[in-house]
């Protein structure tokens, strides 16, 4: 009887310690819930441009439309063209869509970039630390720098600072951009007068209203070409050093690094070069 109870006992210790894990063996992973095709693949962020453009198929580009070559809009039919938009062409097609241009100032360029408005900022932009903290730039496309436009017959008398900066020249800018923050800064004693119209303010200088503007290299020598009137001073040698590029949304890393890379390839392949010389040659 004993026998039989000890036989119970061991019987029912050798099936509760079979039944039970071995410390050796690891327990099974949990099976994985079941998931679409391709749902462990990377994702495109939901957030870059870089995506949300192609779907849209517009690519919506703020531009002031007032400063040739880079950016022009013709007030008789509202169509915009420029050595910039010839780009924004370019770059919407290599995202399948279409630009759409929204007017802006120089004043409100930045900020309407920035709280979304538009997807990118083109028409010679110039790149400085203040738009810098609140958009990203592309890589650039050009060197550029300011240098006066003045009568051809007046071009002996201010090809320096030193020239224009007296109390009876009069000098004309545009409102809000670098060339009236360049005006201001380095000259005390001329005359600086604010002329609201960026694509008449050339004819203030030839009407004999207004004596100098200062302004990017690339724009004086368009204007020389256009006005024969007009000569472009020193425009290889500017007073200052700057370069010209696309503005984008900051924080977008994926969409920043499409427009750098396409920006490359323009320039080296000739596309930003035709473009530029169409205009400028």
Request: charge should be neutral; hydrophobic fraction near 40%; charged fraction near 25%.
């Amino acid at each position: 009887m004993k026998r039989a109870v000890t036989l119970s006992a061991l019987a029912v210790l050798l099936a509760a310690t079979a039944a039970a894990p071995s410390a050796a063996t690891p327990a099974p992973a949990p099976s994985a819930a079941p998931t679409a095709a391709g749902a462990h693949r990377p994702q495109p962020s939901a957030r870059s441009l870089l995506d949300t453009v192609p779907r849209r198929g517009v690519l919506r580009v703020c531009t002031t439309g007032d400063y040739r070559p880079y950016t022009y809009r013709d007030p008789g039919t509202g169509a915009y063209s420029g050595v910039d938009l010839d780009m924004a062409k370019d770059l919407a097609a290599s995202l399948d869509a279409t630009p759409r241009y929204v007017a802006s100032t120089w004043a409100s360029l930045v900020g309407d970039l920035a709280e979304g408005r538009c997807d990118i900022a083109m028409g010679g932009v110039s790149i400085t630390l203040p738009r810098a903290r609140a958009v990203a730039f592309s890589e650039p496309t050009r060197r550029d720098g300011k240098t006066p436009v003045v009568r051809c017959a007046d071009k002996e008398k201010y090809g320096t600072l030193e020239q224009i900066d007296r109390p009876e020249t009069r000098v004309v800018v545009n409102p809000g951009g670098t060339n009236e923050e360049f005006a201001r800064a380095h000259l005390k004693r001329a005359k600086v007068t604010v002329h609201p119209d960026n694509t008449t303010i050339f004819d203030e200088i030839i009407a004999g209203r207004a004596d100098v503007m200062m302004t990017d290299a690339g724009e004086t020598l368009y204007q020389a070409r256009i006005h024969p009137e007009l000569c472009a001073l020193h425009p290889d040698k500017p007073f200052t050093f700057s370069e010209k590029a696309y503005a984008l949304p900051r924080g977008d890393a994926e969409f920043t690094a499409y427009v750098d890379q396409w920006v490359h390839l323009a320039k080296n392949d000739g596309t930003y070069q035709k473009y530029e010389d169409a205009w400028m040659k």
